[in-house]
């Protein structure tokens, strides 16, 4: 079995390969972190076939505001495209992954969420619709606000749907279950991973472009004493519609950055993204209450801000690299009540003396936790890894919220998924993709191999 490299500069070009017929798996920007890039001849070997490794990247990218100011995207346009081109025009979209040159289309193909999904809630619902190219090539719509279990192929299948809602139920609050959602035409695309089809068009909800104010507060690191996290995770979850971002950086995760751009040494940094009509009454109501000093809280400019986002999760992945370790990080969501338990969790992590991180969506309960362990450390990391997804199962969290399943987190899924999502999985691929040509080595298939 080989890996065949093609290239695709139009959505003409992808849906001539389709009608070939030929196993693909096709990718965008690259960035996903649970796609084995480096060695993805061995990750996509399993299977008896060649496998075509398809480039969607220099699809000419191409943006425009329909009549109802939503933000329409074809090709391969990145996050940072869409976000300069909607401020152009007095817009803003609600969705800002930390990778920016990730792309649009792909985000929704891993159900891509970031900071703001706090204040704007997740891609999934800021979707109006979409197109993609199935299995034979044919272009599709898929609208939002239809039913799936309406599409003619699927509207005898009904008890199945059913079934799978009632347990997506309890992942509801969540940015990601641990399998999609299936109740709306779009989300046949959303989180599939480009298993169900290769997605060329999507129309994104906006929002007219608000002023923000970017604050940092710095905080006692949080393995030493999380009582103040604790106060502001709490104080800000019913400032929704104020506060648009609430992310953690902790002490460690600063570190990999030149001493002079740290904002704050040996403290852990909260940052907030807040509409800046509403900064006095926040002061007031919220910040001024904090027990902390004033000084500890202090405005930064947002270029700045987005640089210190982007540097970190890059840094760190460099810093690994040219030591030769591998990082083994975590996407977990937890509740609200869980919270406090997750910290807990991730402390005991942080006791074991191998190198780590903590940094992320603080305020969604929704922290990367990176251990850089030596190689002879791995299987440690591994086992620590194994028995936090169990914790993780018995609190009814989301063990992967954000980042998406790929190859490298099949392992760790099993536990979570039932028969029924296996049924609707095996049940979506024989309708969408009867040949299996499109990733074929995604999560879909996993009841099929094990
Ligand atoms: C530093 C860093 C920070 C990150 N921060 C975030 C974050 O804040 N939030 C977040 O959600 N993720 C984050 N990620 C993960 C990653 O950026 C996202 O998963 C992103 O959506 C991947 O986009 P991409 O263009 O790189 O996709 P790729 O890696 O190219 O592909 C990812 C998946 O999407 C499928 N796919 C790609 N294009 C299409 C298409 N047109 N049609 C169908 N399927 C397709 C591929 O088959 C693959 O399964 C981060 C990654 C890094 C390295």
């Known amino acids: 079995m080989a890996i065949i490299n093609k290239t695709f500069s139009s959505t003409e070009e992808v849906s001539k390969h389709l009608t070939e017929g030929e196993a693909t798996f096709y990718h965008t920007s690259k960035t996903s972190t649970v796609v084995p890039y480096e060695i993805l001849e061995r990750a996509l070997g399993a299977i008896d076939k060649d496998v075509v490794v398809g480039d969607l990247s220099v699809i000419r990218p191409e943006m425009s505001l329909d009549a109802h100011k939503n933000l329409v995207v074809r090709g391969a346009v990145t996050w940072k495209d869409a976000k300069e081109f909607c401020l152009s025009n007095g817009r803003e979209i609600g969705t800002s992954p930390t990778e920016e040159l990730a792309g649009v289309l792909a985000g929704l193909a891993t159900s891509c969420t970031g900071e703001r999904a706090f204040g704007f809630g997740t891609l999934r619902n800021q979707v109006v619709s979409c197109k993609f190219l199935d299995h034979e090539g044919k272009e599709y719509d898929l609208f939002r606000d239809k039913k799936l ?8 299948s009904k008890e199945l749907f059913d079934e799978y809602g009632t347990t997506y139920k309890n992942y509801s609050l969540y940015k990601n279950a641990p399998f999609p959602r299936m109740e709306s035409e779009t989300d046949l695309m959303i989180g599939t991973e480009g298993q169900l089809g290769v997605i060329t068009e999507a129309t994104l909800e906006t929002t007219p472009a608000a002023d923000v104010i970017y604050l940092f507060l710095m905080l006692p690191k949080w393995e030493e004493d999380d009582r103040l996290h604790l106060e502001v995770f709490e104080a800000v979850q019913n400032l929704r ?22 904002p704050a040494v040996g403290k852990d940094l909260i940052f907030l993204e807040i509409n800046s009509a509403y900064f006095e009454e926040l002061y007031e109501n919220f910040l001024s209450k904090l027990d902390m000093p004033e000084e500890d809280i202090f405005e930064i400019a947002s270029q700045k801000c987005r640089e210190l986002r982007m540097k970190i999760p890059r840094l760190t992945f460099e810093q690994n690299s040219r030591m030769g370790v591998t990082k083994k990080g975590t996407d977990v969501q937890v509740s609200r009540e869980n919270f406090k338990d997750l910290l807990a969790y991730y402390r005991k992590f942080s006791e074991l003396g191998i190198p780590y991180n903590l940094f992320g969506h603080f305020g969604d309960a929704h922290l990367h936790f990176n251990f850089m362990p030596k190689s002879e450390e791995e299987s440690i990391c591994q086992k620590k890894l194994e028995g936090l997804y169990e914790a993780v199962r018995t609190w009814n969290g989301s063990p992967f919220a954000e980042h998406g399943i790929g190859i490298i987190k099949q392992k760790f899924i099993h536990s979570y998924l039932e028969e029924i999502h296996f049924k609707m999985f095996k049940l979506l691929k024989s309708k969408l993709d009867p040949k299996n040509v499109l990733f074929p080595q995604g999560f879909m298939t996993m009841g099929e191999r094990s």
Request: net charge negative; charged share 30%; proline share 7%.
């Open 149 to 156: 279990v309406e599409l003619p192929f699927l509207n005898d």
């Open 241 to 262: 519609n104020k506060v648009y971002a609430v992310e953690l950086i902790d002490e460690n995760s600063l570190q990999v950055l030149p001493i002079e751009e740290r």
